[in-house]
Structure formats: structure tokens, C-alpha cells
């Protein structure tokens, strides 16, 4: 049983203990540091301007394009069972099978991202020569920097209850901000094709 002195902060009825901040500290830090990392290779780096395509899309924008959108809608679906596996929607109950598809289509996201973000750090670098470009960049190492910490949270003991749906929301708004500035742009200024 914690002592008085032992408690930092209460909020409600719970008391906030030092370790457990550390606990929620130490993995932001780390992703934090990947972000910058990403950031910092990104503007040193020469690009290469190598392009990615694969057969049966018209270039390598539109398999950017779409390999986003494919992650962007992953990443809904994981918002979405992750509000049914913690009672979020009144009257529903979480099927057993929601947990694996929350596992899965989170690991799918990930997945279609590397090819987009291997070619855009390689090939065009951290680049800020208008806003959305900036702020593509920053979404691209944020996302990596805050999915970093979330899978460090997801294999720690004693987190706090807070933390996972707080930088899982923030991996989501990364990711979509990434989907705004590119795929959504993209298809905004291009035929809708693949």
C-alpha cells in the first residue's frame, strides 16, 4: 500500500504513482528520439529521387497514394475496434474476434506505410519547401515516433489506464494528417486511378 508521501497526483479516485509515469516516460522518449532520428536523416540524407512502383499501378504516386489510403483506412478500423473492445458503443458487445482484427488491422497499417515511408525518407528526403510538405514531413516522423511508443507502452507493466488510448490517438491523427497531406492531396490534383 503506497504511503501519502508516495502519491503524486490524484485525479478521481486514482492515485497517479511516480514509477507509473516513468513507466509512460521512458517509452515517449524513446519515440520521441525516433522521430527526430527520422527527422534528422531525412534533411541530411541526399535524396535519391528513386522512385517505388509496382505492376499494375500507373507510377509511384498512386501506389503512395494508394498504399495510404489502404493504411488511413486500416487505421479506422482499428479506432473503431478499439471504441467496441472498450464499451464505447452503447449496447454493443465486443465479439471475441475483435481483439485479433484490432491486432491485425493495425499490423496491416504499419505495414502498408514502410514502402511509402522508406521512399519518401530515401528518394525525397525531409523536405519543407511549402506547408504541406512540412507538415507531411512532421506527420511522417511523428507517426513513427508515436507508433514506437505505443508498441513500447504495449509491453510494459503498469501503465496507466490513460496512456495507450492517448498515444494510439495520437498514432491515428498522425497517420490521417500523413493521408491528408498525400494520398487525399494527391487524388485531389490527379485522376482517380491505380
Not at 13 to 26: D, T
Not at 113 to 130: E, K, N, R, T, W
Request: charged residues 10%; hydrophobic residues 55%; positive net charge.
Amino acid at each position: 500500500m503506497p504511503s501519502e508521501d508516495d502519491v503524486t497526483v490524484v485525479r478521481g479516485q486514482e492515485p497517479v504513482q511516480p514509477a507509473s509515469m516513468g513507466v509512460v516516460l521512458i517509452p515517449l522518449l524513446v519515440g520521441a528520439l525516433v522521430a527526430v532520428g527520422l527527422g534528422v536523416f531525412g534533411k541530411v540524407h541526399d535524396p535519391q529521387l528513386f522512385s517505388i512502383n509496382i505492376a499494375g499501378f500507373s507510377g509511384p504516386g498512386y501506389v503512395k497514394s494508394w498504399l495510404g489510403t489502404l493504411a488511413a483506412a486500416l487505421a479506422i478500423g482499428q479506432v473503431l475496434s478499439a471504441l467496441v473492445m472498450y464499451g464505447k458503443f452503447p449496447g454493443v458487445t465486443a465479439p471475441t474476434w475483435i481483439g485479433p482484427v484490432h491486432v491485425w488491422s493495425g499490423r496491416l497499417a504499419v505495414l502498408a506505410s514502410i514502402p511509402v515511408a522508406v521512399h519518401c525518407l530515401y528518394a525525397l528526403g525531409f523536405q519543407d519547401f511549402d506547408t504541406r510538405v512540412l507538415a507531411h514531413s512532421l506527420f511522417g516522423c511523428f507517426f513513427y515516433g508515436a507508433f514506437t511508443a505505443k508498441m513500447l507502452l504495449l509491453s510494459r507493466k503498469g501503465v496507466p489506464g490513460w496512456a495507450l488510448p492517448v498515444v494510439g490517438g495520437l498514432v491515428f491523427a498522425a497517420l490521417i494528417g500523413i493521408w491528408l497531406t498525400s494520398s487525399l492531396w494527391f487524388f485531389s490534383n490527379n485522376e482517380i486511378k491505380f
